[in-house]
T-cell receptor, first 113, second 112 residues
Framework: NAGVTQTPKFQVLKTGQSMTLQCAQD?????MYWYRQDPGMGLRLIYY???????DKGEVPNGYNVSRLNKREFSLRLESAAPSQTSVYFC????????????FGPGTRLTVL | GQQLNQSPQSMFIQEGEDVSMNCTSS?????WLWYKQDPGEGPVLLIA???AGELTSNGRLTAQFGITRKDSFLNISASIPSDVGIYFC????????????WGAGTKLIIKP
């Protein structure tokens, strides 16, 4: 099992460009999450999906959109990238909301110029 | 909003030393999780704690869920070079099923 996979691993964008970060899990988990990690800070939740067909805003949702494509896949879209969105983005999954043990992907390192 | 204070921010230790770190908050939590992150990788779950007072071990790692529900501790015994990395605590507030609150991390560095 690959666990949680993310693509791409690295990305450089210019201000105003758009892109979609992809995430997939093969653990048959119900819940999926997108976080951003900035230097010296803990992880901050952008959006989460408790189950297929539902999405909810987290702590820092502005400037992002998400799609829970199916049970396996959860994508994060930046419609008009800004330098403040330069960060490392992590996708995670958990069996269900009742068990919060989250399993993380390797991350996408995004730089917005 | 709720915050977790994780300390120390960084630690320089000798190989073989024992390590202690903790997370504290002014709010209570129902669950405490401890993760380790290696450079360039995602966090990996080390220990999960679900009950106040609970003490759980995973090899050389031991973590405790504070009796007040406002803190948690992680100890590493007899540190080895592969223990280097950043350790994060995360807590689940009573009013949430999904949104963990994260500490800022403790960076563990082994002195040469």
């Amino acid at each position: 099992n690959a666990g949680v996979t993310q693509t791409p691993k690295f990305q450089v964008l210019k201000t105003g460009q758009s892109m979609t970060l992809q995430c997939a899990q093969d653990m048959n988990h119900n819940s999926m999450y997108w976080y951003r990690q900035d230097p010296g800070m803990g992880l901050r939740l952008i959006y989460y999906s408790a189950s297929e067909g539902t999405t909810d805003k987290g702590e820092v949702p502005n400037g992002y959109n998400v799609s829970r494509l199916n049970k396996r896949e959860f994508s994060l879209r930046l419609e008009s990238a800004a330098p403040s969105q330069t960060s490392v983005y992590f996708c995670a999954s958990s069996r269900s909301g009742g068990t919060v043990e989250q399993f993380f992907g390797p991350g996408t390192r995004l730089t917005v110029l | 909003g709720q915050q977790l204070n994780q300390s120390p921010q960084s630690m320089f230790i000798q190989e073989g030393e024992d390590v202690s770190m903790n997370c504290t908050s002014s709010s209570i939590f129902n669950t405490w999780l401890w993760y380790k992150q290696d450079p360039g990788e995602g966090p990996v779950l080390l220990i999960a704690l679900y009950k106040a007072g609970e003490l759980t071990s995973n090899g050389r790692l031991t973590a405790q869920f504070g009796i007040t529900r406002k803190d948690s501790f992680l100890n590493i015994s007899a540190s080895i070079p592969s223990d280097v990395g950043i350790y994060f605590c995360a807590g689940l507030p009573p009013d949430s099923n999904y949104q963990l609150i994260w500490g800022a991390g403790t960076k563990l560095i082994i002195k040469p």
